[in-house]
């Protein structure tokens, strides 16, 4: 009698162990996402950023300058640099630049004296860049060379999402401090996010690689804007996780949900208080 329970455990235990390995074969596991080398994605980024500029004629870049080696903190400043060179000096020429890795040199060539005008120019970049930069003005003849320095730490993926966002939303003609906050709360700026739902990255969709989820998250905010009864709900529809985004749902009796948009909403005005907005990318008369 016993052994015949024994024979029937064991033949229960191999039909165990068949089913398990039926299982797996039939629903194997899911491909591990490809890691996202961030460094290298904002890099990409900077570079196609300073070859629009010279795309759109704005500067010329000088062949020596290494591109690829282009720090951020400095590449990001640009447009102001040169919307205040354009600004202040009368008929300006093209500026060419020469340098932007560790220090931005940028040479301003058909001019002679550059007294007053360089001044105006270093008091408006003191004004718009701020304490981190230090500006300085080089004469020689008819050339002069402008040298900004970043003195401040290097910035961290809230810093270098800063324009990615800015640019976005400015295609879209939607707000930047709403995206800025939604991307915040959703990943904290890290583009390896894994979510659920075979979600991830920035915005933890099931679409789009790294920066490319920004330009569907402007996209997708401008829509959701322009349907949505509050800007609550429109924030609502951002929640990571959720399996049905495209239908609203009463998210106010999901506490978590409701603490989540509630965070949102928050940090939307920090943004915007800290240059988050359209208004700021437009030329100052």
């Known amino acids: 009698m016993r052994s015949i329970k024994v024979k029937l455990a064991l033949i229960a235990w191999?039909?165990?162990?068949?089913?398990?390995?039926?299982?797996?074969a039939t629903h194997p596991e899911e491909e591990p996402r490809p890691t996202i080398?961030?460094?290298?994605?904002?890099?990409?980024?900077?570079?196609?950023?300073?070859?629009?500029?010279?795309?759109?004629?704005?500067?010329?870049i000088d062949m020596n300058c290494d591109l690829d080696s282009a720090a951020p903190e400095l590449a990001?400043?640009?447009p102001t640099v040169i919307n205040n060179y354009n600004f202040i000096v009368t008929r300006p020429t093209t500026p060419i630049l020469e340098s932007i890795k560790d220090t931005l040199q940028i040479k301003m060539i058909g001019y002679k004296k550059f007294t007053s005008r360089g001044i105006r120019l270093i008091k408006a970049l003191q004004r718009d860049l701020g304490i981190r930069y230090?500006?300085?003005?080089?004469?020689d003849s008819t050339t002069h060379t402008l040298k900004i320095t970043y003195l401040g730490k290097p910035w961290d993926n809230e810093h270098l999402c800063n324009l990615p966002v800015l640019e976005a939303c400015l295609r879209e003609r939607t707000d930047p401090a709403i995206l800025m906050s939604i991307i915040h709360h959703t990943s904290g700026f890290q583009m390896n996010y894994q979510g659920k739902n075979n979600?991830?990255?920035?915005?933890?969709?099931?679409?789009?690689?790294?920066?490319?989820?920004?330009?569907?998250?402007?996209?997708?905010?401008?829509?959701?804007?322009?349907?949505?009864?509050?800007?609550?709900?429109?924030?609502?529809?951002?929640?990571?996780?959720?399996?049905?985004?495209?239908?609203f749902e009463n998210w106010r009796k999901d506490p978590q949900k409701h603490y989540w948009v509630g965070q949102v909403l928050t940090d939307i005005q920090y943004y915007r208080s800290n240059?988050?907005?359209?208004?700021?990318?437009?030329?100052?008369?």
């Open 14 to 24: 191999i039909l165990g162990i068949a089913a398990i390995a039926t299982a797996y």
């Open 134 to 139: 230090e500006s300085v003005i080089i004469s």
């Open 37 to 60: 080398d961030e460094q290298q994605e904002y890099q990409k980024y900077t570079t196609s950023a300073i070859q629009k500029l010279c795309d759109l004629g704005e500067l010329i």
């Open 76 to 78: 990001y400043i640009l």
């Open 199 to 247: 979600t991830s990255g920035l915005l933890a969709l099931d679409t789009g690689i790294g920066l490319e989820q920004i330009d569907i998250g402007a996209h997708r905010l401008k829509k959701v804007l322009a349907s949505s009864p509050t800007l609550a709900d429109a924030v609502a529809q951002f929640y990571p996780d959720t399996e049905q985004r495209n239908k």
């Open 275 to 285: 240059g988050m907005t359209l208004a700021k990318r437009k030329r100052v008369e």
